[in-house]
């Protein structure tokens, strides 16, 4: 099957650089895309990665590595309003998203 | 302003009871998903569309059914055969087209039975 593994929490301090990542274990995703979702919301869109590498969105970094099924979001100058739970999801094609299981930022003062 | 709705935000039921939980979106997008999020968990897909009358089972799908007679609508029926259907579920579009696949996410109803 397609599974997406995060780890369950991460907890930093304002300002601090913080990175979460997410192992695959499947070879059929075409990209990795990142999600936003605070409590109680909706999820947004942070960035996609459809080739190796790293891409930069200002503060937030997105990588992928398809021969490691590997990626990781980098954050960086951490603010309170980041405290979020952010998942990855590889693309499968056909306009289909697998989501992970999802990490909760947890940024304190 | 462009966007998705779902409606209602909470929503309750008995135990037995149908309930269609709605999505309009004016986005213009061809493609609606449905997701099915547990407390602290990822978001699981239950249908999808690509296309007006067109729809796909996602990986979650018994219990529920879904329509697609419009492009702007993609309403969710959780029938009385979904064994646990207390959840918050997302209703999202995407363009199809575009490079990044993005889906835009509705704000969610939370469906409590009781």
């Known amino acids: 099957g397609q599974s997406l593994e995060q780890p369950s929490e991460v907890t930093a301090v304002e300002g601090a650089i913080v990175q979460i990542n997410c192992t695959y274990q499947?070879?059929?995703?075409?990209?990795l895309s990142w999600y936003q979702q605070h409590d109680g919301g909706a999820p947004t869109f942070l960035s996609y990665?459809?080739?190796?590498g790293l891409e930069e969105t200002g503060r937030f970094s997105s990588f992928l590595s398809r021969s490691d099924s590997y990626g990781y979001l980098l954050l960086q100058e951490l603010q309170m309003k980041d405290s979020a739970s952010y998942f990855c999801?590889?693309?499968?094609?056909?306009?289909?998203?697998?989501f992970g299981t999802g990490t909760r930022l947890l940024v304190s003062p | 302003d462009g966007g998705i709705t779902q409606s209602p935000k909470y929503l309750f039921r008995k135990e037995g009871q149908n309930v269609t939980l709605s999505c309009e979106q004016n986005?213009?997008?061809?493609?609606m998903y449905w997701y099915r999020q547990d407390p602290g968990q990822g978001l699981r897909l239950i249908y999808y569309?690509?296309?007006?009358?067109?729809?796909q089972k996602g990986d979650i799908a018994e219990g529920y059914s879904v329509s697609r007679e419009k492009k702007e609508s993609f309403p969710l029926t959780v029938t009385s055969a979904q064994k646990n259907p207390t959840a918050f579920y997302l209703c999202?579009?995407?363009?199809?087209?575009?490079?990044?696949?993005?889906?835009?996410f509705g704000p969610g109803t939370r469906l409590t039975v009781l």
């Open positions: 999202a579009s995407s363009e199809g087209t575009s490079g990044n696949n993005e889906q835009f």
């Open positions: 990665n459809a080739l190796d």
């Open positions: 999801a590889g693309y499968t094609g056909f306009q289909k998203l697998v």
């Open positions: 569309s690509q296309i007006v009358n067109d729809f």
């Open positions: 499947t070879s059929g995703f075409y990209g």
């Open positions: 986005l213009n997008h061809d493609a």
